[in-house]
């Protein structure tokens, strides 16, 4: 913490390299925290880039009261609740029970043996375990992704949501149970027995455009410098077969650099005053 202070001390300060550090620390998980609330990425990097702009104007308020990322998790999650935007789920109000019925729809009797057929299996997953998120509401969700994806304490989640600990794991519980029954039910990987598999879904979300067989979005997306990978991320996913694991188990995303070129053009170009 006492680096942290002395980082943004000096970034308060003037110093613009310590400022670009500031960023640097924080982009990738940020990045990671929109695009889980929103789920499409071009969304996720509008997002980020706001976000970004909000914790840089407001680093000089930050008292170490709790971790810098943390900190910068609380912009994030009030920017991403209160979001005009909506998803395409939340625009056209898809369901647990909706995405459930979809995914039975045109499900081949065998599973995809085309070209790349296990990077598309795995862009299935990806995108998938994404869509799910977006079927709650967006209070459960983001309790939901700090809490089994992010893996917080409820302490730093509820103090990220500004809630009691009390109402903050009261609203988990209930994201929990949702997606348990969903994944319990639908996905194969949580239950042998349950009907959707990845590689026998792929036919399907080619068919209707979900995923893009030339251009797969989420699993050739660039990962964070020597942060886990696809293959990484699949290896753990079979390693613990419970509904939380299967949509934690995404690459380490990293922001795309063009948007942070952008945010840090715009500290450079001393256009407004950043440091309030």
């Known amino acids: 913490m006492s680096s942290e ?26 990045y990671r925290l929109a695009l889980r609330m929103v789920w499409r990425p071009a969304d996720a990097e509008d997002a980020t ?4 702009i909000r914790v840089v104007t407001r680093l000089a308020s930050w008292r170490a009261e709790a971790k810098l990322l943390t900190w910068a998790y609380r912009i994030g999650a009030n920017y991403l609740l209160n979001l005009r ?23 081949a009797a065998a599973d995809y043996a085309g070209p790349e057929a296990e990077l598309l299996a795995e862009e299935v997953r990806l995108t998938c375990s994404q ?6 509401e967006r209070g459960e969700r983001v309790a939901f992704v700090l809490g089994e994806i992010f ?12 809630v009691t600990p009390a109402a903050y794991r009261k609203r988990l519980e209930r994201a929990r149970q949702r997606i348990r029954a969903f994944m319990g039910s639908t996905c194969g990987i949580v239950n042998p027995e349950a009907f959707c598999r990845c590689a026998r879904r792929v036919h399907k979300a080619v068919a209707i455009g979900r995923v893009d067989p030339r251009r797969p979005v989420l699993a050739t997306h660039p990962v964070t410098p020597s942060g886990r990978g696809v293959a990484d991320a699949a290896a753990q996913l079979h390693r613990l077969h419970d509904a939380a694991a299967v949509l934690r ?11 942070i070129d952008a945010v840090l053009a715009l500290l450079r170009s001393e256009r407004f005053p950043l440091l309030e």
């Open 151 to 162: 893996e917080l304490s409820s302490t730093e989640a509820a103090w990220i949501l500004e």
């Open 249 to 259: 188990a995404h690459p380490d995303y990293a922001a795309p650099q063009a948007r």
């Open 131 to 136: 869509a799910v998120l977006q079927c709650l």
């Open 85 to 107: 935007r909506k998803t395409p789920q939340e625009a056209t109000g898809l369901s647990l029970e909706a995405m459930r019925e979809d995914l039975a729809d045109g499900l």
């Open 5 to 30: 202070k002395e980082l943004v001390a000096r970034a308060v300060d003037g110093d613009k390299a310590a400022l670009e550090e500031v960023i640097h620390l924080l982009q990738d998980p940020l």
């Open 49 to 52: 880039q706001e976000i970004l």
